[in-house]
């Protein structure tokens, strides 16, 4: 158990620590697929066409207001898969699934909420999965 909660404790410091950096690097190119379905395919995770929307829909709900609605980071670190250069901050495959998921639910003293109670379980470990592929287009204004 201590164990555990010292990882914890490690990565939530190496994010709250860099938080606060905001560096709008490059993006870092990823291979993704699309099937003919929608179906996104990256490495060893794959979302659905709906999974895709659904997750889409909660981080721009919940998320892009700290974390950029490009993810690459705005009061909060920025959450692509690959860390863009200069930026100190760990890319989401780098956590994997078990880290996101704590951060998700616990929070960080860095001013990250808790969503543990307010997104279900599977919402959760949706966002697990997007967060660690590549984000989608963001449409231009007007």
């Known amino acids: ?12 410091g190496a994010l709250a620590l860099t938080s606060c950096g905001g560096d709008k690097g490059d993006v870092v190119e990823t291979k993704e697929e699309a099937t003919p379905t929608g179906d996104v395919t990256e490495g060893d995770i794959t979302l659905t066409a709906a999974e895709m929307e659904e997750a889409s829909m909660l981080y721009f709900d919940r998320c892009a207001g700290c974390h950029g609605s490009s993810r690459m980071g705005a009061t909060g670190p920025h959450l692509l898969p690959d860390a863009p250069e200069g930026n100190n901050a760990p890319g989401t495959k780098i956590l994997g699934a078990a880290g996101l998921k704590a951060f998700i639910e616990n929070g960080t003293p860095g001013g990250m909420p808790e969503w543990k109670g307010i997104l279900t379980d599977d ?7 997007f967060l660690q592929v590549t984000p989608p287009v963001i449409p231009p204004f007007g």
């Open 123 to 129: 919402e959760i470990e949706v966002m697990t999965r």
């Open 1 to 12: 158990m201590k164990r555990k909660n010292l990882f914890y404790l490690t990565i939530i």
